[in-house]
Nanobody, 123 residues
Framework: QVQLVESGGGLGQAGGSRRLSCAASGRTFSSYTMGWFRQAPGKEREFVAAINLSGSSTYYADSVKGRFTISRDNAKNTVYLQMNSLKPEDTAVYYC????????????????WGQGTQVTVSS
């Protein structure tokens, strides 16, 4: 399995950028689909982005498409979420997750989770 630790959260302004990192440790990092999810207070956890095992394919929620970019560096055991053109509605706790062999937008299909990092975007 894999252990995940997110970093890069903090306070930003609308229109700004941040990059989140997810450092992984454990075995066979490259054997997992990786995803980013977020959860705002009072709302359910929602899918943000995912990337396949090799990094050759990426998937995005409509709400972030064109603004966010997910990438992975298997040699460094790290997954990234580059967030550009931030909006106040992006404010949430962001979670890194590791899934199985195949892509999924459903949180229940990701077995391993980081502790989350808070991203706050002011108006």
């Amino acid at each position: 399995q894999v252990q995940l630790v997110e970093s890069g959260g903090g306070l930003g302004q609308a229109g700004g950028s941040r990059r989140l990192s997810c450092a992984a440790s454990g075995r066979t990092f490259s054997s997992y689909t990786m995803g980013w999810f977020r959860q705002a207070p009072g709302k359910e956890r929602e899918f943000v982005a995912a990337i396949n095992l090799s990094g050759s394919s990426t998937y995005y929620a409509d709400s972030v498409k064109g603004r966010f970019t997910i990438s992975r560096d298997n040699a460094k055991n790290t997954v990234y979420l580059q967030m550009n053109s931030l909006k106040p509605e992006d404010t949430a706790v962001y979670y890194c997750a590791a899934g199985g062999t195949y892509y999924s937008t459903q949180a229940k299909n990701y077995a391993y989770w980081g502790q989350g990092t808070q991203v706050t975007v002011s108006s």
